[in-house]
Protein backbone atom coordinates (compact mmCIF):
# COMPACT_ATOMS: atom_id res chain seq x y z
CA UNK A 1 0.00 0.00 0.00
CA UNK A 2 2.02 2.63 -1.24
CA UNK A 3 1.49 6.31 -0.38
CA UNK A 4 1.31 9.25 -2.20
CA UNK A 5 4.77 10.93 -2.25
CA UNK A 6 2.71 14.60 -1.45
CA UNK A 7 0.73 12.37 1.66
CA UNK A 8 3.97 10.29 2.76
CA UNK A 9 6.08 13.76 2.95
CA UNK A 10 3.25 15.09 4.90
CA UNK A 11 3.27 12.03 7.46
CA UNK A 12 6.98 12.19 7.50
CA UNK A 13 7.05 16.30 8.56
CA UNK A 14 4.78 15.41 11.40
CA UNK A 15 7.11 12.72 12.41
CA UNK A 16 10.04 14.94 12.08
CA UNK A 17 7.92 17.55 14.71
CA UNK A 18 6.86 14.51 17.06
CA UNK A 19 10.84 13.36 16.70
CA UNK A 20 11.85 16.56 18.11
CA UNK A 21 9.52 16.35 21.31
CA UNK A 22 10.63 12.47 21.90
CA UNK A 23 14.41 14.30 21.99
CA UNK A 24 13.59 16.43 24.42
CA UNK A 25 11.50 14.06 26.78
CA UNK A 26 14.43 11.80 26.63
CA UNK A 27 16.74 14.63 27.45
CA UNK A 28 14.73 16.42 30.00
CA UNK A 29 13.31 13.37 31.06
CA UNK A 30 11.94 13.83 35.35
CA UNK A 31 12.06 10.04 35.38
CA UNK A 32 15.60 10.24 34.80
CA UNK A 33 17.74 7.18 33.93
CA UNK A 34 14.51 4.94 34.68
CA UNK A 35 12.85 6.30 31.57
CA UNK A 36 15.25 4.80 28.99
CA UNK A 37 13.27 4.21 25.95
CA UNK A 38 11.20 6.29 23.85
CA UNK A 39 10.16 6.28 20.02
CA UNK A 40 8.09 7.36 17.65
CA UNK A 41 6.25 6.25 14.28
CA UNK A 42 4.49 6.57 11.12
CA UNK A 43 2.50 3.86 9.58
CA UNK A 44 -0.33 3.57 7.07
CA UNK A 45 -2.39 0.64 6.61
CA UNK A 46 -6.30 -0.67 6.25
CA UNK A 47 -8.86 -2.50 8.00
CA UNK A 48 -8.62 -6.24 6.71
CA UNK A 49 -11.97 -7.11 8.45
CA UNK A 50 -14.67 -4.55 9.82
CA UNK A 51 -18.42 -5.26 10.91
CA UNK A 52 -19.68 -2.60 8.19
CA UNK A 53 -20.17 0.85 9.78
CA UNK A 54 -23.73 1.99 9.67
CA UNK A 55 -24.13 5.70 9.39
CA UNK A 56 -25.73 6.04 12.52
CA UNK A 57 -25.16 3.80 15.60
CA UNK A 58 -23.40 0.76 15.81
CA UNK A 59 -21.19 -1.62 17.37
CA UNK A 60 -18.72 -3.81 15.49
CA UNK A 61 -15.06 -5.18 15.52
CA UNK A 62 -12.39 -5.28 12.83
CA UNK A 63 -8.90 -6.26 12.29
CA UNK A 64 -6.10 -4.02 10.51
CA UNK A 65 -2.61 -4.55 8.94
CA UNK A 66 -0.27 -1.66 8.02
CA UNK A 67 3.43 -1.13 7.56
CA UNK A 68 5.86 1.70 8.75
CA UNK A 69 6.81 4.39 6.73
CA UNK A 70 8.89 5.73 9.60
CA UNK A 71 10.24 4.94 12.80
CA UNK A 72 12.75 6.24 15.40
CA UNK A 73 13.83 5.49 19.11
CA UNK A 74 15.83 6.76 21.68
CA UNK A 75 17.14 3.51 24.15
CA UNK A 76 20.44 2.43 26.40
CA UNK A 77 21.42 1.32 23.24
CA UNK A 78 21.44 4.37 21.47
CA UNK A 79 18.77 6.23 18.56
CA UNK A 80 17.67 4.31 15.94
CA UNK A 81 15.99 4.68 12.24
CA UNK A 82 14.28 2.69 10.40
CA UNK A 83 11.73 1.46 8.12
CA UNK A 84 10.11 -1.73 6.95
CA UNK A 85 7.97 -2.63 10.48
CA UNK A 86 4.58 -3.90 10.24
CA UNK A 87 1.94 -3.63 12.53
CA UNK A 88 -1.21 -5.94 12.91
CA UNK A 89 -3.92 -4.71 15.15
CA UNK A 90 -7.92 -5.92 16.55
CA UNK A 91 -10.68 -4.75 18.08
CA UNK A 92 -13.84 -3.33 18.65
CA UNK A 93 -15.51 -0.04 17.92
CA UNK A 94 -18.49 1.66 18.90
CA UNK A 95 -20.14 4.07 16.45
CA UNK A 96 -22.01 7.75 16.58
CA UNK A 97 -22.20 8.33 13.12
CA UNK A 98 -19.94 7.39 10.55
CA UNK A 99 -16.17 8.83 11.24
CA UNK A 100 -17.23 9.35 14.69
CA UNK A 101 -16.90 7.05 17.48
CA UNK A 102 -14.06 5.32 19.73
CA UNK A 103 -12.47 2.21 19.99
CA UNK A 104 -11.67 -0.20 22.66
CA UNK A 105 -14.41 0.42 25.05
CA UNK A 106 -12.42 3.48 26.09
CA UNK A 107 -10.73 1.31 28.39
CA UNK A 108 -7.06 0.11 26.03
CA UNK A 109 -8.83 -3.10 25.33
CA UNK A 110 -7.86 -3.07 21.77
CA UNK A 111 -4.37 -4.43 21.11
CA UNK A 112 -1.97 -4.34 18.25
CA UNK A 113 1.76 -6.06 17.81
CA UNK A 114 4.33 -3.72 15.74
CA UNK A 115 7.26 -6.00 14.89
CA UNK A 116 10.52 -4.60 13.05
CA UNK A 117 13.12 -7.61 12.72
CA UNK A 118 13.43 -9.78 15.08
CA UNK A 119 11.78 -7.19 17.69
CA UNK A 120 8.47 -7.37 18.82
CA UNK A 121 6.08 -5.28 21.23
CA UNK A 122 3.04 -5.22 21.95
CA UNK A 123 0.43 -2.71 22.67
CA UNK A 124 -2.86 -1.97 24.25
CA UNK A 125 -5.02 1.19 23.13
CA UNK A 126 -7.99 3.02 22.55
CA UNK A 127 -8.75 6.01 19.71
CA UNK A 128 -11.57 8.41 19.94
CA UNK A 129 -12.47 9.99 16.75
CA UNK A 130 -14.50 13.17 14.65
CA UNK A 131 -15.24 13.44 11.64
CA UNK A 132 -12.57 10.68 10.83
CA UNK A 133 -9.40 12.66 12.97
CA UNK A 134 -8.99 11.19 16.58
CA UNK A 135 -6.54 10.78 18.89
CA UNK A 136 -5.17 7.23 19.96
CA UNK A 137 -3.64 6.72 23.51
CA UNK A 138 -1.94 3.36 24.89
CA UNK A 139 0.58 0.99 26.90
CA UNK A 140 2.90 -1.28 25.95
CA UNK A 141 1.21 -4.18 26.50
CA UNK A 142 3.76 -5.05 30.15
CA UNK A 143 2.78 -1.36 31.34
CA UNK A 144 6.24 -0.43 31.40
CA UNK A 145 5.42 2.61 28.97
CA UNK A 146 2.75 4.66 27.28
CA UNK A 147 1.95 6.04 23.90
CA UNK A 148 -0.27 8.98 22.21
CA UNK A 149 -0.67 10.29 18.58
CA UNK A 150 -2.94 11.25 15.70
CA UNK A 151 -5.08 8.81 14.06
CA UNK A 152 -6.32 9.49 10.16
CA UNK A 153 -9.11 7.23 9.55
CA UNK A 154 -10.67 7.60 5.54
CA UNK A 155 -13.31 5.49 4.40
CA UNK A 156 -13.53 3.73 1.60
CA UNK A 157 -16.20 3.80 -0.85
CA UNK A 158 -18.49 1.13 -0.89
CA UNK A 159 -18.39 -0.53 -4.08
CA UNK A 160 -21.90 -3.36 -4.62
CA UNK A 161 -23.00 -5.55 -2.29
CA UNK A 162 -22.91 -3.22 0.77
CA UNK A 163 -26.41 -3.27 3.11
CA UNK A 164 -28.68 -0.46 3.00
CA UNK A 165 -27.77 2.41 5.91
CA UNK A 166 -23.95 1.23 5.97
CA UNK A 167 -21.18 3.92 5.45
CA UNK A 168 -18.31 1.73 5.08
CA UNK A 169 -17.19 -1.43 5.31
CA UNK A 170 -13.51 -0.76 4.80
CA UNK A 171 -11.07 2.19 6.45
CA UNK A 172 -7.73 3.11 5.46
CA UNK A 173 -5.95 4.45 8.21
CA UNK A 174 -2.86 7.00 9.51
CA UNK A 175 -1.41 6.86 12.47
CA UNK A 176 2.04 9.20 14.11
CA UNK A 177 2.44 8.63 17.73
CA UNK A 178 5.24 8.66 19.97
CA UNK A 179 5.72 6.90 23.51
CA UNK A 180 8.11 5.95 26.41
CA UNK A 181 8.91 3.83 28.97
CA UNK A 182 11.10 2.52 31.52
CA UNK A 183 13.57 -0.24 30.63
Known amino acids: ?34 AANAGAFAFTGATTGLTPVLWVGGTGTYAFTGGCVVGASVSTTGPQVGVGCTVQASGSYTNVVCGTGFTGALALADSATITSGS ?36 AVPNTGGIP ?20
Open 1 to 34: MGLKPRREYELKKKLVGILGLVSALAAFNPMGAH
Open 119 to 154: NTIGIKYSIVFVATVGVVVGTESSGTGAAAGVVQIN
Open 164 to 183: SGTCTNSFNVEVVAAGGGTA
